[in-house]
């Protein structure tokens, strides 16, 4: 708990502009939070090297018992290695990994799903077949798997599939079978790496809906990808990996409020036009001007100070319709980049 | 120990069940039965097919000597010259013409003999006439020597050379080679089996790769075990496939012999009268030989043979599949695969052929002792060299042991190392791997 509590205080140290203290403080909290929750999943300092090339450089995570959790970061940042790790196919070459607070062993194979993003199935094996198979490999037993297929088939209505080879199903057919395969066990963690790669909007609906139903009857999940988009609605918590590092962890809320830097995006219906900021500019910092002239639509984003808000909008009621005004949050996106750049920085 | 069991059942039934492996199970013993049927029909048909010889004789000598027989038949011309006989031989479309010129000296007679064909013609039938006229020519010879028939016969019965060991046990001709070529049946079938069900391994873990479930499968079991599984349940199919052609080719067999009456005896006689071998030996061998024969073969210890073949076999396959297994990992697709594959090729057809060519010679020489000690071609060329017994006057049973041992060692190592390199390559895509690469893979 403590080198955790050290590790923190070291990386925010790093970030400068912002109040080491109010960090501090901050991070403590969190900490002091988090530890009331249980962790499903810790990583602590695991370290991997191929050859020369070293993937993970001492990578430590905390993962919340029923959270979203978030792995990100681009190509080659070592996320699929991390995974790969909690999975059991490769092995740290220093380091430890702890699932439900117990090293990591065989039997826990049986407790954790993961749909790698590597993914694919017998093409000439039958759906139903090839489902018991995988599922019996995770440590189920036959009866008991083919009564929850049953379900899993009923509930995403492919029950005619069952004798049916995949050689014969569409791309979308197979990624639901995939799905079910990974859950079938009623695993305690799941794992998807790069979970919506190659789906259409339809079935990433259907999927991202029942995974969410999962959580909500008490799994805990990992999302792990470099389309940092496509899941920043769902997680709760990420980790920013880079080059084998955790460069940032941590509740996405909590971090996203780190990261704002008091920028409004705001939208205005004048007449006027761009004249109608003159004015403004003198008190206020003002970026991004643009006018509509046919919807007479003024649009600029101005950076705030605390407790300038009210000020703001008083001074522009008056002058204009307000037909918009909402902070602008940074993307998960825009933090990496921006602490990819500062680390360059800082080096 | 139930995922494994699981892993080998997948993959028997998924072998078992495949189209073109129930295809080749049942159409194998219909191509070698058709094989044998109609080897045996064209043989018939062949034999059926008599030539026949004009003879144009203008001499005394040779009046009863051409006598028809089941693949020649003689026709002889009577006062014809010899551009007419070449003529009506040509225009009824025989198949030669034999001239033998008028004169009073046999030697001179039988020189001047010529045979006319349309094209060169066939060494048996050359062979047939000559033996007409060498069989003449020595018997003057022997009247002018004043021999009888009787006497030179006497004179020129065969000698045999007997052989024995220094305890006094007698040795028979040829059985080194019979034993040789026993011991050779079971290293050949050791080598069919891994040419054939290794590449089958090789391309059904080329097929997880490439249908990308491999990860979904090694993130529930190790990948050493979905190795051996897939090793194992690939040669109980290889086992049973060779176990239905074995029963179902011989049924066949019977069935067609029956069917056909079909005599495999008249076919054996056929076979033997090749080109070169001299005609003498046809003199069948004594009932008493063939017994001494059959004693020889009783001798072969077949059960300390039968163990080690089946030692020899699991071992080897084992050695050999997971390389191919690894092969199979490294890649990506099956033209990839030339450059690994012809390395491990060479050692088999390596022992076929020194087995053939050293252990036949000197079951106990130098290279026959050394290639059965060496463990990637001692599952073939000691399994050749073990019908000559075991202990005194065979195999000594250090070289046994030794041979064995060193086989066990190389099979933990080399699947130590197999399963390195597959647990690496599977998770590889888009990658064609080189010899390099593949080293840099054993330290990961």
Known sequence: MFLGLFRIVVKTRSRGDINPYFLFLFNWLSLALMSNEKTILVADRVTKSFGTHTALKGVSLNIPENSIYGVLGPNGAGKTTFLRIVNQITYPDSGSVFFNGEPLKPEHVALIGY???????????????????????????????????????????????????????????????????????????????????????????????????????????????????????????????????????????????????????????????????????EHFKISDPSFDEVTEQLEFSVKLPKGSVSDFLGRISSEAAITGFVETIPSANEIFIQTVQQKMGNE | MNKLALIIKREYLAKVRNKSFVIMTILSPILIVGMVVLIAYLTKVNDSDKRIITVLNESAF???????????????????????????????????????????????????????????????????????????????????????NREFKEIGSGFDLHTATFEGEENLKGINEIKALIGGGFGYLIMMFIVIYGGFVMRSVIEEKT????????????????M??????????????????????????????????????????????????????????????????????????????????????????LIYSSIYAAIGAAVDNETDTQQFILPII???????????????????????????????????????????????????????????????????????????????????????????????WLRY
């Open chain 2, 346 to 440: 060479m050692p088999l057809v390596l022992a076929i052929y020194i087995g053939f060519f050293s252990v036949f010679n000197n079951p106990n020489g130098p290279i026959a002792v050394g290639f059965s000690l060496f463990p990637l071609t001692s599952p073939i060329v000691m399994l050749m060299r073990l019908p000559a017994g075991i202990g005194e006057g065979g195999v000594p049973i250090w070289e046994l042991v030794t041979s064995i041992v060193l086989l066990v060692v190389t099979f933990i190592g080399i699947v130590w190392l197999a399963a390195k390199i597959y647990r690496v390559g599977i998770l590889m895509y888009g990658k064609k791997p080189t010899y390099k690469e593949l080293f840099k």
């Open chain 1, 115 to 281: 749909l790698p993003e590597e993914r694919g199935l017998y093409k000439s094996m039958k759906v139903g077949e090839q489902v018991l198979y995988l599922a019996q490999l995770r440590g189920l037993q036959k009866q008991e798997a083919k009564k929850r297929l049953k379900y899993w088939f009923e509930r995403l209505e492919i029950g005619d599939w069952w004798n049916r080879k995949i050689q014969e199903l569409s791309k979308g057919m197979a990624q639901k079978i995939q799905f079910i395969v990974t859950v079938l066990h009623q695993p305690k963690l799941l794992i998807f790496d790069e979970p919506f790669s190659g789906f259409d909007p339809i079935n990433a609906n259907i999927i991202k809906d029942e995974i969410l139903h999962l959580k909500e009857t008490g799994a805990s999940i990992i999302f792990s990808t470099h389309r940092m988009e496509s899941v920043e609605e769902l997680c709760e918590y990420i980790a920013l990996l880079h080059e084998g590092e955790v460069i940032l962890d941590g509740k996405l809320f909590d971090i996203k409020r780190q990261y704002k830097r008091n920028l409004y995006s705001v939208q205005l219906e004048t007449g006027k036009g761009l004249k109608m900021l003159s004015g403004l500019e």
């Open chain 2, 211 to 226: 249908s990308r479930i491999i990860e979904i499968i090694i993130s529930a079991v190790k990948p050493f075990h979905l």
């Open chain 2, 62 to 148: 040779f009046q009863d000597d051409f006598l028809t027989n089941s693949q020649t038949a003689y026709i002889e011309f009577k006062s014809l010259d010899l551009a007419a006989a070449k003529d009506s031989t040509l225009n009824l479309g025989y198949y030669g013409l034999l001239h033998i010129p008028a004169g009073t000296d046999l030697q001179s007679v039988a020189e001047k003999a010529y045979f006319y064909t349309k094209d060169a013609p066939n060494s048996l039938v050359l062979e047939q006439l000559e033996s007409v006229f060498s069989e003449r020519i020595r018997a003057k010879r022997l009247k002018d020597l004043g021999v009888s």
């Open chain 2, 228 to 317: 051996l599984g897939k090793i194992i349940g690939t040669s109980l199919a290889g086992v049973t496939q060779f176990a239905i052609w074995i029963i179902s080719a011989s049924a066949l067999m019977l069935v067609v012999l029956v069917v056909f009456g079909i005599d495999l005896s008249a076919l054996e006689a056929s076979s033997q009268l090749g080109p070169g071998l001299p005609v003498t030996q046809n003199v069948s061998p004594t009932a008493e030989t063939l017994q001494t024969y059959a004693s020889e073969l009783y001798k072969i210890p077949w059960a300390v043979l039968v163990v080690s073949f089946i030692v020899y076999f699991i071992l080897g396959y």
